[in-house]
């Protein structure tokens, strides 16, 4: 595609709530990111998928946030029993090559997520 | 901790002026740099990076960034800003992930 793009692009959901947010990257890019940004702050890193292989979750908040890449192209962020202070604007962003993290990474609109 | 400060958070300044926002970084091993900007309503872009060789960098748009090893700064600086330069700007720091600034917003008012 054109660029990256994610769904939806705004999530209200009630306390409890799982939620899933997609991110469909640049067609044949390697790496695939997810950021969290609080408002007011910059992104910050919670996963990295070099196609389909998870090869960095450390930033990933609790156990309650899950990351998947099947395929190696489309992912899925996925928060089960939302809180209050998983509110924020998930972006996703992609890499054309491995070990994207020292290369340009293109971004997406982002999610913005609402828990009440 | 690895980390990486914005030190201002609203800079607001007249067409014409000039323009440098400061970035530093807490790590002593090798980095790469970025800055990106976020235009009102639209995606982060980036602006220019830094991974070797001449320490001043040429971005798009007139901007550029000098990466001062000594001071771990990475300061981004234009000489004459535009209305169109209004956007978010972020650093950025490769360590073994990436790590952003907190961000600056920069208005630039016509």
């Known amino acids: 595609g054109a660029g990256v793009s994610q769904s939806p692009r705004y999530k209200v959901a009630k306390r409890g709530q799982d939620v899933a947010l997609r991110c469909d990257p640049i067609?044949?890019?390697?790496?695939l990111f997810w950021y969290q940004q609080a408002l007011g702050q910059g992104p910050e890193f919670l996963t990295y998928?070099?196609?389909?292989?998870?090869?960095?979750k450390s930033g990933l908040p609790s156990d309650r946030f899950f990351a998947e890449r099947p395929e190696g192209s489309v992912s899925t962020l996925k928060i089960q029993r939302t809180q209050q202070e998983d509110s924020a604007v998930y972006l996703c962003?992609?890499?054309?090559?491995?070990?994207?993290?020292?290369?340009?990474?293109?971004f997406g609109p982002g999610t913005r997520l609402t828990v009440l | 901790a690895q980390s990486v400060s914005q030190h201002n958070h609203h800079v607001i300044l007249s067409e014409a002026a000039s323009l440098e926002l400061g970035c530093n970084y807490s790590?002593?091993?090798?980095?790469?740099l970025f800055w990106y900007v976020q235009y009102p309503g639209q995606h982060l872009q980036l602006l220019l990076k830094?991974?070797?060789?001449?320490?001043l960098v040429k971005g798009i748009k007139g901007f550029e960034a000098e990466f001062i090893k000594s001071k771990f700064s990475f300061n981004l600086r234009k000489p004459s800003v535009q209305w169109s330069d209004t956007a978010e700007y972020f650093c950025a720091v490769n360590f073994n992930d990436m790590r952003f600034g907190a961000g600056t917003r920069l208005t630039v008012k016509p």
């Open positions: 830094y991974f070797s060789g001449d320490p």
């Open positions: 962003a992609s890499s054309a090559v491995a070990g994207g993290l020292s290369n340009e990474q293109f």
């Open positions: 790590y002593g091993g090798t980095v790469n």
């Open positions: 998928f070099q196609n389909e292989a998870q090869l960095d």
């Open positions: 067609s044949g890019h390697v790496s």
